[in-house]
């Protein structure tokens, strides 16, 4: 039976390690999805020597039935839609577009806090590995993957600890390279899988932001096509 992590920092040092062929290199960007994903992610980051920041993700929640996603909006004004979501429920744009205004407000809050007036990494011809505490469905790392194509980076990496079987075998075809420390099954919930899950807080957030390895943000980033 598969062990559990002792929390999300031991969990991204496990990971770091099936990645050791991305240290030291002067193109790699690692991306945390907040608020989870930034512990574990802050592991890898100092492990390989690269520059962290985040990238925000908000989902776009059916009307009624928020658990399914119709689509999502993430940092850098991009939006992705699941477009069979929305023929099968017949989501008028008018809907939509009342779901990402409201979704925007908190991307920007966070984007604000998170950041402090730092200016975002620039991404293009970057290798960029996006990590997250794990994967269920994986539909907020698959909308992450779709936005990044936006910015024109060199590949996209999907990192994570845990993940069910089928997310990682699903996100392998979204992502330039995908890497699932462990992918037990059954798989039920990603927070069965550490003894210590409690929430990540905007205040540890912005502190391993402000703590990340040399502190570094490669450049301002451009704006997408």
Request: proline share 7%; net charge negative; charged share 25%.
């Amino acid at each position: 039976m598969t062990s559990r992590f002792p929390d999300r920092r031991a969990a991204g040092r496990e990971l770091a390690r099936l990645l050791g062929d991305f240290a030291g290199r002067g193109d790699v960007t690692v991306l945390a999805l907040p608020r989870g994903g930034v512990p574990v992610a802050a592991e890898v980051a100092r492990a390989l020597g690269a520059p962290l920041d985040v990238f925000i993700v908000r989902k776009l929640g059916l009307p009624g039935h928020p658990e399914f996603a119709m689509g999502a909006i993430a940092t850098g004004g991009v939006r992705v839609l699941n477009e069979e979501v929305i023929r099968h429920f017949d989501v008028t744009e008018d809907v939509v577009a009342a779901a990402a205004v409201q979704e925007q407000e908190e991307l920007e809050r966070r984007d604000r806090l998170y950041r402090d007036g730092r200016p975002a990494p620039e991404l293009r011809g970057r290798t960029v590995i996006v990590v997250d505490d794990g994967l269920a469905t994986g539909a907020t790392m698959r909308a992450a993957v779709q936005a990044l194509r936006a910015f024109e980076p060199h590949a996209v990496v999907v990192a994570v600890p845990v993940a069910s079987p089928e997310a990682c075998d699903e996100l392998a075809a979204e992502a330039d390279a995908i890497f699932c420390a462990r992918t037990p099954d059954p798989f039920h919930a990603v927070g069965l899988w550490y003894e210590d899950f409690e929430q990540t807080t905007d205040e540890e957030v912005r502190a391993a932001l402000a703590g990340a390895s040399g502190g570094s943000r490669v450049g301002e980033r451009p704006a997408p096509p």
